[in-house]
T-cell receptor
Framework: ETGVTQSPTHLIKTRGQQVTLRCSSQ?????VSWYQQALGQGPQFIFQ???????GRGNFPPRFSGLQFPNYSSELNVNALELDDSALYLC??????????????FGEGSRLTVL | SQKIEQNSEALNIQEGKTATLTCNYT??????LQWYRQDPGRGPVFLLL?????KEKRKERLKVTFDTTLKQSLFHITASQPADSATYLC???????????FGQGTELSVKP
């Protein structure tokens, strides 16, 4: 069984640009959550997708958007990048809603640097 | 809004001792609480889950307690080893809102 994979692992962008991060969920998982983790901080919830529908959103502006595909893989898009968007972006998949008590399986993250 | 606080100071202990990490929260008790381990530059890895109606959970050298009166969870690693050195994150799930909220993590360093 393959784990959660994210791409790219590292990328550098400049302010105002747009970025797309990708995530392949673990086999059999239908829920994907995205988190932003700044250096020295805990992961901050961005949003969650369940069966291709957004199923919850954290305190992030609309320029953070996402998609989930029929194969349950997912994308995170960030428009009009700001310096503060520099962080590790983590994707996590799970078998079902977090409410079922399931653990999250995290990828290794995409490290975004905005200059 | 919910606040989660973990020991902000790094915890340094000697090999063989018990490490105890604290997770405090404000306002409402979560439906359940999870602990994760994170190594530098890696994604978090799930360790244990404890529900609001459970007082204690164990898994090998790990033990988690959950006190909804104190609004606190304690995470213990007994007979600690240098390989246990990592950042440990607590995460709380609330049915209202349906999301898992993480604390800022506590860095543990176990010296040989």
């Amino acid at each position: 069984e393959t784990g959660v994979t994210q791409s790219p692992t590292h990328l550098i962008k400049t302010r105002g640009q747009q970025v797309t991060l990708r995530c392949s969920s673990q086999s059999g998982h239908n829920t994907v959550s995205w988190y932003q983790q700044a250096l020295g901080q805990g992961p901050q919830f961005i949003f969650q997708y369940y069966r291709e529908e957004e199923n919850g959103r954290g305190n992030f502006p609309p320029r953070f958007s996402g998609l989930q595909f029929p194969n349950y893989s997912s994308e995170l898009n960030v428009n009009a990048l700001e310096l503060d968007d520099s962080a590790l972006y983590l994707c996590a998949s799970s078998v079902d809603f977090s409410g079922a008590g399931g653990e999250l399986f995290f990828g290794e993250g995409s490290r975004l640097t905005v200059l | 809004s919910q606040k989660i606080e973990q020991n902000s100071e790094a915890l340094n202990i000697q090999e063989g001792k018990t490490a105890t990490l604290t997770c405090n929260y404000t306002n409402y008790s979560p439906a359940y609480l999870q602990w994760y381990r994170q190594d530098p530059g890696r994604g978090p890895v799930f360790l244990l889950l404890i529900r609001e109606n459970e007082k204690e959970k164990r898994k090998e050298r790990l033990k988690v307690t959950f006190d909804t009166t104190l609004k606190q969870s304690l995470f213990h690693i007994t007979a600690s080893q240098p390989a246990d050195s990592a950042t440990y994150l607590c995460a709380l799930f609330y049915n209202q809102g349906g999301k898992l909220i993480f604390g800022q993590g506590t860095e543990l360093s176990v010296k040989p």
